[in-house]
Protein backbone atom coordinates (compact mmCIF):
# COMPACT_ATOMS: atom_id res chain seq x y z
CA UNK A 1 0.00 0.00 0.00
CA UNK A 2 1.05 3.50 -0.67
CA UNK A 3 2.31 6.04 1.95
CA UNK A 4 0.28 9.37 1.99
CA UNK A 5 3.92 10.84 1.55
CA UNK A 6 4.44 8.99 -1.44
CA UNK A 7 0.88 9.81 -2.84
CA UNK A 8 1.87 13.43 -2.32
CA UNK A 9 5.22 12.75 -4.14
CA UNK A 10 3.26 11.60 -7.25
CA UNK A 11 1.19 13.95 -7.25
CA UNK A 12 4.13 17.35 -7.18
CA UNK A 13 5.59 14.88 -9.96
CA UNK A 14 2.58 15.02 -11.83
CA UNK A 15 3.07 19.36 -11.74
CA UNK A 16 6.84 18.53 -12.61
CA UNK A 17 7.89 19.16 -9.42
CA UNK A 18 12.04 18.63 -9.62
CA UNK A 19 12.52 17.73 -5.92
CA UNK A 20 9.52 15.36 -5.09
CA UNK A 21 10.69 13.48 -9.06
CA UNK A 22 14.75 13.68 -7.02
CA UNK A 23 13.10 11.66 -3.68
CA UNK A 24 10.97 9.18 -5.76
CA UNK A 25 14.32 8.42 -7.38
CA UNK A 26 16.18 8.39 -4.00
CA UNK A 27 13.80 5.83 -2.51
CA UNK A 28 13.14 3.85 -5.22
CA UNK A 29 16.88 4.02 -7.15
CA UNK A 30 19.48 2.29 -5.37
CA UNK A 31 17.49 -1.30 -4.85
CA UNK A 32 16.07 -1.51 -8.89
CA UNK A 33 19.87 -0.95 -10.05
CA UNK A 34 20.91 -3.52 -7.64
CA UNK A 35 18.92 -5.85 -9.48
CA UNK A 36 19.48 -5.08 -12.89
CA UNK A 37 23.24 -5.84 -12.11
CA UNK A 38 21.98 -9.13 -10.52
CA UNK A 39 20.01 -10.11 -13.63
CA UNK A 40 21.76 -7.92 -16.24
CA UNK A 41 25.60 -9.02 -15.53
CA UNK A 42 26.91 -5.56 -16.12
CA UNK A 43 26.87 -2.15 -14.08
CA UNK A 44 26.85 -0.01 -16.77
CA UNK A 45 23.99 -1.90 -18.85
CA UNK A 46 22.16 -1.58 -15.59
CA UNK A 47 22.93 1.96 -14.81
CA UNK A 48 21.79 2.97 -18.11
CA UNK A 49 18.39 0.89 -17.94
CA UNK A 50 17.99 2.63 -14.50
CA UNK A 51 18.16 6.09 -16.24
CA UNK A 52 15.85 5.27 -18.46
CA UNK A 53 13.27 3.90 -16.14
CA UNK A 54 13.47 7.34 -14.86
CA UNK A 55 13.55 9.23 -17.60
CA UNK A 56 9.90 7.56 -18.71
CA UNK A 57 8.53 8.57 -15.16
CA UNK A 58 9.62 11.89 -15.52
CA UNK A 59 8.48 12.16 -19.68
CA UNK A 60 5.15 10.49 -18.61
CA UNK A 61 4.39 12.29 -15.38
CA UNK A 62 1.53 13.64 -15.97
CA UNK A 63 0.04 10.58 -17.08
CA UNK A 64 0.82 8.59 -13.11
CA UNK A 65 -2.10 8.31 -11.47
CA UNK A 66 -1.63 9.27 -7.99
CA UNK A 67 -4.40 6.66 -6.51
CA UNK A 68 -3.27 3.51 -7.77
CA UNK A 69 0.76 2.02 -6.98
CA UNK A 70 3.23 4.21 -7.91
CA UNK A 71 5.47 1.02 -7.13
CA UNK A 72 3.33 -1.09 -9.53
CA UNK A 73 3.45 1.59 -12.35
CA UNK A 74 7.10 1.45 -11.62
CA UNK A 75 7.61 -2.28 -11.98
CA UNK A 76 5.88 -1.84 -15.22
CA UNK A 77 8.42 0.84 -16.71
CA UNK A 78 11.02 -1.49 -15.33
CA UNK A 79 9.68 -4.78 -16.92
CA UNK A 80 9.28 -2.54 -19.92
CA UNK A 81 12.71 -1.43 -20.20
CA UNK A 82 14.44 -4.65 -19.69
CA UNK A 83 12.14 -5.74 -22.32
CA UNK A 84 13.32 -3.46 -24.61
CA UNK A 85 16.76 -4.70 -23.86
CA UNK A 86 16.42 -9.09 -24.46
CA UNK A 87 14.29 -7.53 -27.59
CA UNK A 88 17.24 -5.28 -28.60
CA UNK A 89 19.67 -8.11 -28.26
CA UNK A 90 17.77 -10.04 -30.71
CA UNK A 91 19.32 -7.88 -33.28
CA UNK A 92 22.59 -6.81 -31.89
CA UNK A 93 25.28 -9.81 -32.14
CA UNK A 94 26.85 -8.55 -28.87
CA UNK A 95 25.12 -7.63 -26.40
CA UNK A 96 22.65 -10.74 -27.24
CA UNK A 97 26.05 -12.62 -26.61
CA UNK A 98 27.07 -10.92 -23.35
CA UNK A 99 23.42 -11.51 -22.12
CA UNK A 100 23.22 -15.34 -22.71
CA UNK A 101 27.00 -15.84 -21.15
CA UNK A 102 26.04 -13.71 -18.48
CA UNK A 103 22.60 -14.83 -17.59
CA UNK A 104 23.23 -18.11 -17.49
CA UNK A 105 23.01 -19.44 -14.13
CA UNK A 106 19.61 -17.95 -14.48
CA UNK A 107 18.32 -18.67 -17.60
CA UNK A 108 20.08 -21.31 -19.74
CA UNK A 109 17.92 -20.79 -22.44
CA UNK A 110 17.54 -16.75 -23.15
CA UNK A 111 16.48 -17.35 -26.69
CA UNK A 112 13.42 -18.44 -25.71
CA UNK A 113 12.94 -15.65 -23.35
CA UNK A 114 13.68 -13.64 -26.31
CA UNK A 115 10.23 -15.27 -28.24
CA UNK A 116 7.89 -12.10 -27.12
CA UNK A 117 5.23 -14.23 -29.05
CA UNK A 118 5.83 -17.26 -27.07
CA UNK A 119 5.09 -14.78 -23.63
CA UNK A 120 2.31 -13.09 -24.64
CA UNK A 121 0.44 -16.52 -25.86
CA UNK A 122 1.63 -17.76 -22.34
CA UNK A 123 -0.21 -14.86 -20.65
CA UNK A 124 -3.15 -14.69 -23.08
CA UNK A 125 -3.37 -19.04 -22.26
CA UNK A 126 -2.92 -18.13 -18.40
CA UNK A 127 -5.86 -15.21 -18.51
CA UNK A 128 -8.38 -17.52 -20.76
CA UNK A 129 -7.82 -20.18 -17.76
CA UNK A 130 -9.55 -18.20 -15.00
CA UNK A 131 -12.77 -18.47 -14.03
CA UNK A 132 -14.78 -16.15 -15.84
CA UNK A 133 -15.41 -13.50 -13.32
CA UNK A 134 -11.85 -13.62 -12.40
CA UNK A 135 -10.39 -12.99 -15.91
CA UNK A 136 -13.09 -10.38 -16.25
CA UNK A 137 -11.27 -8.79 -12.93
CA UNK A 138 -8.25 -8.99 -14.00
CA UNK A 139 -8.87 -7.70 -17.55
CA UNK A 140 -9.90 -4.52 -16.47
CA UNK A 141 -7.91 -3.90 -13.81
CA UNK A 142 -4.56 -5.24 -15.66
CA UNK A 143 -5.25 -4.48 -18.82
CA UNK A 144 -7.30 -1.95 -18.99
CA UNK A 145 -5.60 -0.01 -15.98
CA UNK A 146 -9.20 0.48 -14.35
CA UNK A 147 -8.86 1.07 -10.21
CA UNK A 148 -10.03 -1.10 -7.73
CA UNK A 149 -13.04 0.97 -7.32
CA UNK A 150 -14.07 1.21 -10.81
CA UNK A 151 -14.28 -2.15 -11.48
CA UNK A 152 -16.42 -2.73 -8.04
CA UNK A 153 -18.78 -0.10 -9.30
CA UNK A 154 -18.97 -0.91 -12.87
CA UNK A 155 -19.45 -4.68 -11.60
CA UNK A 156 -21.66 -3.85 -8.30
CA UNK A 157 -19.12 -5.95 -6.33
CA UNK A 158 -17.23 -4.87 -3.33
CA UNK A 159 -13.32 -3.86 -3.62
CA UNK A 160 -12.47 -6.31 -0.94
CA UNK A 161 -14.28 -9.02 -3.82
CA UNK A 162 -11.64 -7.46 -6.74
CA UNK A 163 -8.68 -7.27 -4.21
CA UNK A 164 -9.48 -11.31 -3.98
CA UNK A 165 -10.08 -11.57 -7.04
CA UNK A 166 -7.08 -9.75 -7.80
CA UNK A 167 -4.58 -11.73 -5.37
CA UNK A 168 -5.89 -15.13 -7.05
CA UNK A 169 -5.46 -14.62 -10.53
CA UNK A 170 -1.84 -13.20 -10.21
CA UNK A 171 -1.17 -16.00 -8.40
CA UNK A 172 -2.55 -18.62 -10.94
CA UNK A 173 -1.02 -16.58 -13.62
CA UNK A 174 2.55 -16.69 -12.21
CA UNK A 175 1.69 -20.44 -11.67
CA UNK A 176 0.69 -21.02 -15.33
CA UNK A 177 3.89 -18.95 -16.65
CA UNK A 178 6.22 -20.51 -14.05
CA UNK A 179 5.46 -23.86 -15.49
CA UNK A 180 5.73 -22.57 -19.15
CA UNK A 181 9.63 -21.90 -19.27
CA UNK A 182 9.68 -17.64 -18.81
CA UNK A 183 10.43 -17.61 -15.22
CA UNK A 184 12.63 -14.79 -16.31
CA UNK A 185 9.44 -12.75 -15.80
CA UNK A 186 8.88 -13.47 -12.41
CA UNK A 187 12.51 -13.59 -11.45
CA UNK A 188 12.54 -9.60 -12.44
CA UNK A 189 8.99 -9.33 -10.84
CA UNK A 190 10.85 -10.64 -7.45
CA UNK A 191 13.80 -8.36 -7.33
CA UNK A 192 11.87 -5.04 -8.01
CA UNK A 193 8.64 -6.26 -5.64
CA UNK A 194 11.95 -7.08 -2.72
Known sequence: METLQEKELVQLIRESNVPAYEKIYSLYSIRILKKLIRLLKDEEMAKEVLQDIFLKI??????IDPEKSFKAYLFRITENQITDVFRRSASDLKLRTHLI????????HIEDFINFKEISGNLKLAIDALPPQRKKIFTLCKMEGKSYEEVAELLGISTGTVNDHMVKAGRAVKKHLMTSDIFMI?????????
Do not use: D, G, M
Open 186 to 194: LLISSYISQ
Open 58 to 63: WEKREQ
Open 101 to 108: NASTELYN
